[in-house]
């Protein structure tokens, strides 16, 4: 395995005119008559079968980094079980900045990846930029936008997940006041924040959910222990985070405090045990996988991939440290909620309009 761990210049991409002989019927193997890959899937990116080559992805990762214990080491977990199933190569690079972003996609493809996974939305703009100068090269990226005949976009309903742990957290609050602790003001963590919402009102009506703190941050561990602190301070007594690897601090201040924190992405629950009440799971890990399994079978396609509840795609912990407080009786309600919402008859809110339209 290869990591890269500085960003590169990267060369310019240059279209070559090649000529079309007229012994072609000579050529061994040709069939006039047969499509080109491009006739059989002109939209879609589909890819043949390998046929035993050895696949190479490349992962570029978002600030936060590995060691996040959420979103980037989720993407990592995919990875590493790809390369174990299917012995692919693999490259990887942590971006630093934004100004990374594109540079770091672009050394990627240029080094000979068949499939370069960007990890986090805030990729999205440089993706757009690179995709279309490597249109032999297959792209992914987690939650963002990205509309090329070569990039797959891989979606969750962060919403459902959340409204599982909010039903939970608005059952076992004593004070009656929750929080939210987000990193960037972005419309995807939004869907985290009116979840979360959503799931505290239906469980528990009388309950606050006080105004959600926003630290501009993926990875400032302090910013957001005080910020959690603030929360606590207000009378909240379960605090929840959408803030990556800066989440941390949530978790922090909860354990100080004999608090519950929720953590969210990856299972969270050991990193305070007894502190952290649950996790919001978002199998990031499981969709990279699929990814690369589709780039083995010779099944990739482009588009939107969305993962909800219903797939398995967002869920909650199995609650490892906190099964005892929360109870049987409990339990079992919250899994007729996600029964619930993956049948549809719960309909969960994404936006502040949607969650006030609830109301």
Not at 101 to 130: F, H, P, R, S
Not at 137 to 155: E, H, Q, S, W, Y
Request: charged residues 25%; contains cysteine; proline residues 4%.
């Amino acid at each position: 395995m290869r990591s890269i761990t500085f960003n590169r210049p990267w060369a310019t991409w240059a279209l070559s005119s090649l000529l079309v002989l007229g012994t072609l019927g000579l050529m061994t193997g040709c069939t006039p008559s047969s499509p080109t890959d491009s006739e059989q899937k002109p939209a879609t990116g589909e890819t043949k079968p390998t046929e035993g080559k050895t696949i190479s992805v490349g992962i570029v990762f978002d600030s936060g980094g590995l060691g996040d214990k959420s979103f980037n080491d989720s993407a990592w977990r995919g990875i590493q079980k790809a390369e174990t199933e299917f012995g692919i190569k693999v490259s990887k690079v942590e971006s630093k900045e934004e100004k990374d972003y594109e540079t770091n996609l672009a050394a990627m493809a240029d080094d000979g990846n068949d499939l370069v996974i960007a990890v986090g939305l805030n990729q999205g703009k440089a993706l757009e930029k690179v995709a279309p100068m490597y249109p032999d090269t297959k792209f992914a990226i987690v939650d963002g936008t990205v509309d090329a005949p070569n990039v797959r976009m891989l979606k969750f309903k962060e919403e459902e997940g959340s409204y599982l742990v909010g039903f939970l957290a608005g059952k076992m609050t004593k004070t009656g006041k929750v929080g939210f602790v987000g990193g960037q003001e972005l419309d995807l963590i939004k869907k985290f924040e009116y979840g979360f919402a959503a799931g505290v009102n239906a469980a528990n009506p009388q309950a606050e959910l006080l105004p959600a703190k926003y630290i501009g941050s993926w990875d400032n561990i302090d910013e957001a222990k005080i910020a959690a602190n603030v929360l606590f301070d207000s009378g909240a007594d379960i605090v929840y985070h959408a803030a990556g690897r800066a989440g941390l601090g949530v978790i922090r201040a909860a354990k100080d405090r004999n608090l519950f924190a929720i953590g969210v992405d990856s299972d969270q629950d050991g990193e305070a045990p007894g502190n952290v009440l649950t996790s919001m799971i978002k199998n990031v890990d499981e969709a990279v996988y699929s990814t690369i399994k589709d780039m083995v079978d010779g099944k990739f396609e482009s588009g939107e991939k969305i993962y909800d509840v219903a797939q398995n795609g967002v869920g909650i912990s199995e609650l490892t440290h906190t099964r005892d407080k929360v109870g049987p009786d409990l339990l079992a309600e919250i899994m007729a909620v996600k029964q619930a919402i993956a049948d549809g008859t719960t309909k969960v809110p994404a936006t502040k309009a949607e969650f006030d339209a609830m109301k």
